[in-house]
């Protein structure tokens, strides 16, 4: 009764951590990843050759940031101007962000294996037995790799999934999604000569050294897009699951979300489920103004150090007793927020 619920809902900032403190971020800019080495599924050459409408307007906008790139892939007047196809330009799109975020994937997962000590890691760890559910806007598996490595079960609807733990929706998509095979029957290949998007099926989960090979329908959501997926079978039931639980939390952590226009519909809708009562909690370095704003009138705490969940003294923020495993005390001045983080905090 008296133990912390925590709902985690998870941004490219949680990525961009563990890109700093692994060093992977040296090597592999999340911002660019048109330019990240990747190898063709199909044949050995770069990735981009087997997609000629995403190369092209790559080309064209060599200059702008690969954001830009993708927005001008959904686009439908600029292809119809550059004279590629507006429905395969975004589908090649995705598939090239889809092998990309996998190959992306398998270095943080290599990497993670020597660094428990990223504070992300050692606070999940320290908290697992407290979190109910989680929801990610990242294709890559960082999250559950952590929770694998915590052992925290999670589920997302996968077919083949043993339906077990706490519910992880990942409504954009994920690296390890696939659809059904029963559900479209024909051998995909790069360069691309068939044209399967956007079929609500159910999906499977793939095995993580099982991730670079070319996709029947990839599943990913082009950054600036609006969701729709949202009521796709594997999403729709996922976050009702995710809604239930976060009607009950105590506290609703937000990893390193930027609040983007496209995302608004759906974090607005956590939001609105969140209890009065819970304890909100912004990590980001940077908290975005209009999400802050959409806070007000709620007990918040910013966690704003780049290396993770760490206070002024370098030691985890944590969210319970840790001798009984209980709830922090509420502050007297009814902040709504925890003493030792409230006034408490002030005395130091
Ligand atoms: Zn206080």
Same mark, same amino acid.
């Given at each position: 009764m008296n133990k912390p619920k925590i709902s985690i809902v998870a941004g490219n900032g949680l990525s961009i951590s563990f890109g700093h403190f692994s060093g992977l971020a040296h090597h592999w800019?999340?911002?660019?990843?048109?330019?990240? %080495?990747?190898? #063709?599924?199909?044949? =050995?050459? !770069? *990735?981009l050759n087997s997609l000629p409408r995403l190369k092209a307007l790559h080309d064209k906008y060599i200059e702008h940031p690969d954001f830009d790139v993708f927005a001008k892939a959904l686009d439908n007047a600029t292809c119809t101007k550059h004279d590629i196809d507006p429905f395969i330009t975004p589908l090649e799109a995705r598939h090239f962000l889809t092998i990309a975020f996998?190959?992306?994937?398998?270095?943080?997962?290599?990497?993670?294996?020597?660094?428990?000590?990223? +504070?992300?890691?050692?606070?999940?760890?320290?908290?697992? &037995?407290n979190i109910v559910s989680a929801f990610s806007l990242n294709y890559d598996l960082l999250l559950e790799s952590i929770f694998d490595g915590v052992a925290l079960q999670y589920f997302s609807l996968q077919v083949n999934h043993h &339906?077990? &733990?706490? +519910?992880?929706?990942?409504?954009? &998509?994920? $690296?390890? *999604?696939?659809?059904?095979p029963s559900s479209i029957s024909y051998k995909p290949n790069y360069p691309l000569t068939n044209f399967v998007d956007l079929n609500d099926? +159910?999906?499977?989960?793939?095995?993580?050294?099982k991730l670079i090979y070319p996709r029947s329908q990839p599943l990913c959501i082009i950054p600036n897009e609006s969701n729709k997926y949202s009521g796709y079978q594997w999403v729709a039931p996922a976050n009702r699951l995710f809604n239930e639980e976060v009607s009950k939390c105590t506290h609703c952590i937000f990893i390193g979300i930027s609040y983007f226009? #496209?995302? =608004?519909?759906?974090?607005?809708?956590?939001?609105?489920?969140?209890?009065?009562?819970?304890?909100?909690? $912004?990590? !980001?370095?940077?908290? %975005?103004?209009?999400?802050?704003? =959409?806070?007000?009138?709620? +007990?918040v705490m910013i966690w704003s150090s780049y290396n993770g969940p760490l206070d002024s003294k370098g030691n985890l923020f944590t969210l319970k007793d840790i001798k009984t495993g209980n709830l922090l005390r509420n502050c007297f001045c009814r902040s709504g927020l925890s003493y030792q983080y409230c006034c408490g905090a002030k005395l130091l």
């Open positions: 800019n999340s911002q660019e990843p048109l330019s990240w %080495p990747i190898d #063709c599924p199909s044949h =050995r050459h !770069n *990735f996998s190959n992306y994937s398998n270095k943080q997962i290599e990497l993670l294996e020597t660094c428990k000590e990223w +504070p992300w890691y050692k606070w999940i760890e320290l908290h697992k &037995g &339906g077990h &733990g706490i +519910p992880l929706v990942k409504p954009h &998509g994920s $690296v390890d *999604f696939e659809i059904h099926t +159910p999906i499977i989960r793939l095995e993580a050294n226009e #496209c995302d =608004r519909p759906e974090l607005d809708s956590i939001l609105d489920r969140i209890p009065i009562s819970a304890q909100i909690i $912004v990590a !980001n370095p940077n908290p %975005p103004q209009e999400f802050m704003e =959409r806070l007000k009138g709620r +007990p």
